[in-house]
């Protein structure tokens, strides 16, 4: 990943929050923003991730949606198409 992408994800913000209903409340919203943005990203809270890792829940929306996950952070994670 080139130096001007990783600023552009840095300065970012969080526009999905995944929560306690999990991914099915947020995939249609995650693919309408992905329509409108190059980059997106999405922070998983604890109620969603239950025994999950943010890592396998990101690559499940990530195909869910037809996105390419980009990166893991914490609890944060980064698509684009």
Known sequence: MDSELRA?????DVTVWVGKHGLES?????DDQLDNRDL??????????GGTSTEALAEQLADDVGA????????TAVFRR
């Open 8 to 12: 552009r994800i840095h300065d970012l």
């Open 68 to 75: 390419e996950l980009l990166e893991t952070r914490g609890n």
């Open 40 to 49: 997106l990203k999405v922070k998983f809270l604890r109620a969603a991730r």
């Open 26 to 30: 947020v995939r249609e919203e995650v």
